[in-house]
């Protein structure tokens, strides 16, 4: 810990806790939080830093909104949590009636779970008990996206890229999926249907042991930050149709405005057969995710032995978070969202289009309030923290990726000091 940071509970924290993605003892050591607030990060030095990240891409409104904070407090006076196997709230309602409103249409049925790797177990789970329905039992296999991830549970695992991703060390414990090419990065020609061409035929080789394609529409997030063009998803929603299989759609990084669109399955115009969502759904205030099905996936499954879904997080639909995340769909609906978005993209193209032909930037690109530089090399963790700590900014740059995904409410100057850092950081991996 640098020696700045002075807390008596630190000697504690670093002999005991185990962060994620980090060794024990961590050799980057964490920065001590005290408080945050709007697009701030208070440290317990009185250090404040700009949030780059909106704590792994959920805290679209910032900390601390008093909307948010007014909801969570109503809620606890009433309860903070009830079972929701034989029992029901209106906070859950509540949601689900929102969720049902925003999300694209036919998907009318709302299992609220906990995390959004929960939502992709829960997602696989569904699928298969589909297939099985529907006297398919032997498609209990998925096709996935290479250069994709959903999660660090065991089948959100088997899903995520199995080389280029985070969960290679696993390969033997996770089932056997079928992944697919990764999608073409977008560029600024028309689209070609052919790219999907390779993608089909491995899909026709092996449908019969499939139960659905399971994918991050427009954006893979944690796998590259890699946008690619609608039309690809459009595509696959079609393939899927003509060889029986689900389409589940992870919009737990993309939902709820990121891209630009209230959901990156309306860019494309689709509806899957499957959605989950996850991350800013309660504004990055507690965790809850939810799993969003058609009647007609949910039909099946109840129709057919055990006539039930075989799935019950303890926490589900909990009151608490329902309620703060009914408030966050509120409170996204009645702004400006879509100018506030709009806003940010504009500033990170202008801002960062000058560092396209640095030294050592091998691309930069921008879709809606997010924004990447790739390097050629990897960044080290422990020569960018001092610099971050010195400018005010904190980001969280993985493999050779510098990127940021501002809360929405991150006013123009804070998104050009932002930008400021991530180019600081682009400098000191090239030299």
Known sequence: MPHRFTDPWLDFEREHAWHPYAPVPAQVAPLPVASAQGAVIRLTDGTELIDGMSSWWAAIHGYCHPVLNRAAKRQLDRMSHVMFGGLTHQPAAELIRRLVDITPPSLDRVFLCDSGSVSVEVALKMACQYQAAKGQEGRTRFASLSRGYHGDTIGAMSVSDPHNGMHSLFTGLLAHQLHLPAPPMRSLGPFQSSQLDHTETLIAEAADSLAAIIFEPVVQGAGGMRFYHPEYVAGLKDIADRYGLLLIADEIATGFGRTGHLFACDAAGITPDIMCVGKALTGGMMTLAATLATDQVAGAISSAEPGVFMHGPTFMANPLAAAVASASIDLLRSGDWQGQIRRIESSLT?????????????????????????MEAPVDMARVTDVLLDMGVWLRPFGNLIYTMPPYIATAEQVERIVEAMRALAGLVRG
């Open 350 to 374: 202008t801002l960062l289009e000058p560092a396209r032909n640095a030294p050592g930037v091998n691309d930069i690109r921008v879709l809606g309030a997010i924004g990447v530089i790739e």
